[in-house]
């Protein structure tokens, strides 16, 4: 690549920081080093950031995805510059354009980014390093994370469940520990048993904040409504934090209202709400615009001052030093294999309901309506619901796992390939869930108010009535029985089996059959990432 400066400042160091990487200024490691390249002299760093065409189109992507991402990243420009960067802020058709422009106006003695949290951009980093003949390009480890902080950055081939490694976590961050920092306080690890819980009915959950658009937000939706008009979903309600300020506002809006509740309901469903008791933190954690430990340390003196249960609270914890940091180390560990993992052989292309919601099981038609919506769903809606079904259906998991990419406004490669390759549909051989999570229309319908309003009967596992999650698990469990016996944890479901008689079994997959039949597909387009 010829990429020679129009101007020359012989000093000059870049600081390219991607559009997921908005740390705290003071704590960021790409600046931390660029103006260590700088010999302390912060008027010699120039920070780029690059808004680039492919990357935003690398798969159709929820409009209120590219709105927060980019709303979000312009936010960060601004907030760079009013402590005193100078800021380039680049729209470019790709990454390795937008650096070249950069450079046509800017000589720099060093471009200095911190590796990227997905391995296409790390491997255009890569490329990128190779391809400067003339400048010094460096790519710093990646700070996101806390885990390469701990004992479980060691090297090992040998794979660990999370329970350890979460443990492994609490230990080193002293998180919830007792005064000899070995023992958990509560003596427990884990509080699952008082969590879990269907709702009461009649009971209420409080509604999450809503961030209206600011003038540069509505510019951006409009923006991404003229730009990228065939993406899915809609910028109508945008609500998302898009600063650090806002991202700060939503998490104590979290602790006062909603940390308290979140252990027992964690699992529950519901067709009032959306997102319950859960912190809709995601979107932002995933950007750096609020930090993991500092959310798990504020949880944890809620508990301490007494204003939050234990449950709640370790449950909180639980899921972000443990299931976020656990995923991003088997992200890390299994590499480029994960996107075409297909341990169970399934090739179904993706439902086209999927894309619209016009289904009538109602449960998958409020939540995909409800994701077309905002974006989001909770953990379970996605793992034992959508997961659940495309793991009964025989879906495709690498088009299952772009699909997931392209629909939730916190969709980042690592997080995805882990959570829909490897936890929701097993098809990584069980590094990262030791079993797959599958289950009948009975959990759903303890789980949620879904089945009151459908056309279904979860009580019913064959018939015109019969639940389609009743007779896609018992013809999975029919066709896979041989596999599922293999694995211990698959025991309690394998022996229902018993229950079924031979004349039933063929008639559940006469109908599982006849259901497929029934159905239209789309798969939707390739993944294209841009790492040119
Ligand atoms: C099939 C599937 C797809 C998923 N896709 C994504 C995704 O694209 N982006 C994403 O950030 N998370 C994803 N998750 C994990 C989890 O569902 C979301 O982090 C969570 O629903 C976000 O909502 P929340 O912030 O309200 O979470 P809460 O329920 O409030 O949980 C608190 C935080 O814990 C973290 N967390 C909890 N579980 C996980 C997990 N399994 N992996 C990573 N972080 C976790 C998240 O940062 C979350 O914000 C996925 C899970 C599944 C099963
Ligand atoms: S009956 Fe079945 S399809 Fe209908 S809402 Fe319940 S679980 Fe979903």
Not at 13 to 36: C, G
Not at 292 to 298: K, P
């Amino acid at each position: 690549m010829n990429m020679k400066p129009t101007t020359t400042n012989a000093n000059l160091v870049s600081a390219w920081i991607l559009n997921d990487q908005l740390m705290h200024p003071e704590r960021h490691p790409t600046l931390l080093e660029a103006v260590r390249l700088a010999d302390g002299d912060h008027d010699q760093v120039r920070v780029v950031i690059i808004e680039s065409f492919r990357h935003f189109s690398a798969l159709p992507y929820h409009k209120k995805r590219l709105a927060f991402i980019i709303s979000a990243g312009r936010h960060f420009v601004e907030e760079l510059r009013s402590k005193g960067w100078q800021v380039d802020c680049i729209s470019a058709e790709s990454f390795r354009q937008g650096l070249r422009k950069h450079r046509e106006t800017h000589s720099w003695k060093q471009c200095v980014t911190m590796r990227a949290a997905e391995n296409s951009t790390s491997a255009l980093q890569e490329d990128l390093k190779s391809s400067f003949k003339d400048a010094a390009f460096e790519i710093i480890s990646n700070g996101q994370f806390y885990w390469p902080q701990t004992e479980n950055a060691k090297p090992t081939t040998k794979n660990v469940v999370m329970e350890n490694f979460y443990r492994i976590m609490r230990r080193h961050f002293q998180l919830l520990m007792k005064d000899d920092k070995k023992s958990p306080v509560g003596d427990q690890w884990n509080f699952d048993a008082d969590n879990r819980k269907p709702l009461p009915k009649k009971h209420v959950s409080p509604d999450y904040p809503k961030f209206e658009p600011d003038e540069m937000t509505s510019n951006v939706l409009k923006e991404v409504n003229s730009k990228y008009p065939d993406h899915v979903g809609t910028t109508n309600d945008f609500y998302l934090p898009v600063t650090r300020q806002q991202s700060e506002l939503a998490f104590g809006n979290f602790l006062d209202h909603r940390l308290n509740e979140f252990g027992p309901y964690e699992d529950a469903m519901s067709q009032a709400s959306g997102t319950l008791w859960h912190s809709m933190m995601s979107p932002v954690m995933n950007l750096g615009l609020i930090d993991a430990l500092e959310m798990c340390r504020a949880a944890e003196s809620r508990y301490r001052s007494g204003l939050a249960p234990i449950n709640s609270v370790e449950g909180f914890i639980r899921q972000v030093i443990g299931w976020r940091e656990y995923m991003h180390w088997q992200y890390c560990r299994t590499s480029t294999s994960l996107r075409t993992a297909n341990k169970w052989n399934h090739s179904r292309p993706l439902p086209q309901f999927w894309w619209d919601g016009h289904t009538d099981m109602a449960c998958l038609k409020t939540i995909i309506s409800r994701l077309i919506d905002t974006g989001y769903n909770h953990h379970i809606e996605r793992l034992m619901v959508l997961c659940n079904y495309a793991m009964l259906a025989g879906i495709n998991p690498e088009a299952v796992a772009n699909w997931f990419l392209t629909m939730y406004v916190d969709s980042h490669d690592w997080v995805v390939l882990t959570n829909v390759i490897g936890m929701g549909l097993n098809a990584d051989g069980g590094k990262i869930a030791t079993k797959p999570y599958i289950a009948s229309g009975a959990y759903i319908h303890k789980m949620s108010d879904f089945c009151g309003g459908c056309k279904y009967n979860p009580k019913q596992r064959t018939g015109p009535d019969a639940c389609p999650f009743n007779t896609l698990y018992w013809n999975f469990l029919i066709q896979n029985e041989a596999t599922l016996r293999s694995n211990p944890r698959m025991g309690p479901n394998v022996l229902g089996l018993r229950h079924i008689s031979e004349p039933e079994s063929i008639v559940i997959q006469k109908e599982a059959e006849e259901y497929f039949s029934n159905l239209d597909f789309y798969d939707g387009p390739e993944y294209q990432p841009d790492d040119e």
